[in-house]
């Protein structure tokens, strides 16, 4: 297709969505609210799976020693421990570091624990996280075969839990920007249905001299994809500073401090967010247009 072509669809793409003005600013409007939905939805998402992937990292299995073990044999299982595949990491937790632990879980109650100074009955261990917390059971299974194990304690229910929760929320966000999507198509086909049947006669005068179903529907892509992007770059302001100013109140919560867990900045997500829009912006636009022309050009 040579330069003049594209210049002309282009162009006639551009009169075509001012020209309509009212229509296509109501299309716009209607778009930024759906892709304002889209974009809340998608941001909750992402930090839900931010705030379970914190949550999963800071979940453990404790491996308990045995009391006879050897420095040296210690130090071999927490090698081996490390090499099982699905270990992210294994801390050592002496008996010190444990007895220590536990008092500090007493507070101004610690005198209780006076006497476990000189005989410490809590065992050493290597604290273990993992890589995925799907495989949970698989290392235990591993560890388990290892010298100098003599007890591991994990949340398994907690973990289960992590994981269906994870689940559900990525099932359920899938679910709603499908729809979100569907609706998005169906508002910029209605839009450029709208335009092409007041310009039907003109249609069908180009393709009585011979002009292909590519060079008509053109303008109209064009005009689509300049709804769909209008629409994604105006939503991305108004969900970034609405985004901002939300993080800001909720994100110094006493609930979030408690649990250890941030939020992301619209920063973090910024550049997914804007390829989400543009690809979303261009590829409805295109979609809807397609839609639209089907009543009026033969494929």
Same mark, same amino acid.
């Given at each position: 297709?040579?330069? +003049?072509?594209?210049?002309? /669809?282009?162009? &006639?793409?551009?009169?075509?969505?001012?020209? $309509?003005?009212?229509?296509?600013?109501?299309?716009?409007?209607?778009?930024?609210?759906?892709?304002?939905? #889209?974009?809340?939805? #998608?941001?909750?998402?992402?930090?839900? +799976?931010?705030?379970?992937?914190?949550?999963?990292?800071?979940?453990?299995?404790?491996?308990?020693?045995?009391?006879?073990?050897?420095?040296?044999?210690?130090?071999?299982?927490? *090698?081996?421990?490390?090499?099982?595949?699905?270990?992210?990491?294994?801390?050592? %937790?002496?008996?010190?570091?444990?007895?220590?632990? %536990?008092?500090?879980?007493?507070?101004?109650?610690?005198? @209780?624990?006076?006497?476990?100074?000189?005989?410490?009955?809590?065992?050493?261990?290597? #604290?273990?996280? @993992?890589?995925? /917390?799907? /495989?949970?059971?698989?290392?235990?299974?591993e560890i388990y075969k290892l010298d100098g194990v003599d007890e591991i304690e994990s949340e *398994? +229910?907690?973990? *289960? !839990?992590?994981?269906? @929760?994870?689940?559900?929320? $990525?099932?359920?966000?899938?679910?709603?920007?499908?729809?979100?999507?569907?609706?998005?198509?169906?508002?910029?086909?209605?839009?450029?249905?709208?335009?092409?049947?007041?310009?039907?006669?003109?249609?069908?005068?180009? !393709?009585?001299?011979?002009?292909?179903?590519?060079?008509?529907?053109?303008?109209?892509?064009? &005009?689509?994809?300049?709804?769909? @992007?209008?629409?994604?770059?105006?939503?991305?302001?108004?969900?970034?500073?609405?985004? *901002?100013?939300?993080?800001?109140?909720?994100?110094?919560?006493?609930?979030? $401090?408690?649990?250890?867990?941030?939020?992301?900045? #619209?920063?973090?997500?910024?550049?997914?967010?804007?390829?989400?829009?543009? %690809? /979303?912006?261009?590829?409805?636009?295109?979609?809807?247009?397609?839609?639209?022309?089907?009543?009026?050009?033969?494929?």
């Amino acid at each position: 297709m040579g330069y +003049n072509v594209i210049s002309y /669809l282009v162009k &006639e793409g551009f009169k075509s969505t001012f020209k $309509q003005k009212k229509m296509t600013t109501a299309s716009i409007v209607i778009m930024c609210a759906t892709m304002f939905i #889209f974009g809340l939805f #998608f941001a909750i998402g992402e930090n839900v +799976n931010s705030i379970i992937r914190q949550i999963e990292s800071q979940q453990g299995i404790q491996i308990y020693i045995k009391e006879e073990a050897t420095e040296a044999q210690i130090e071999k299982l927490g *090698n081996e421990i490390r090499k099982v595949n699905g270990v992210n990491k294994a801390t050592f %937790v002496s008996k010190e570091d444990a007895l220590n632990t %536990v008092k500090s879980w007493f507070g101004s109650d610690q005198d @209780l624990l006076t006497g476990y100074d000189e005989e410490n009955p809590f065992p050493a261990s290597y #604290f273990v996280t @993992l890589t995925d /917390l799907s /495989l949970n059971e698989q290392v235990q299974q591993e560890i388990y075969k290892l010298d100098g194990v003599d007890e591991i304690e994990s949340e *398994n +229910n907690t973990i *289960n !839990k992590l994981r269906e @929760l994870a689940n559900g929320i $990525q099932i359920m966000t899938i679910i709603i920007l499908s729809l979100l999507i569907i609706i998005s198509i169906f508002i910029i086909s209605y839009t450029i249905k709208l335009t092409v049947h007041a310009r039907r006669r003109e249609i069908s005068i180009m !393709k009585y001299v011979g002009a292909t179903n590519s060079f008509i529907r053109g303008p109209f892509i064009v &005009e689509g994809i300049i709804i769909g @992007l209008i629409s994604a770059v105006i939503t991305l302001v108004i969900l970034g500073v609405s985004y *901002n100013a939300l993080i800001s109140k909720i994100g110094t919560s006493a609930i979030l $401090q408690t649990i250890s867990v941030g939020l992301l900045s #619209f920063s973090d997500m910024f550049y997914l967010v804007l390829t989400v829009y543009l %690809v /979303l912006g261009i590829g409805i636009g295109i979609l809807g247009s397609s839609i639209s022309m089907r009543k009026y050009l033969k494929v």
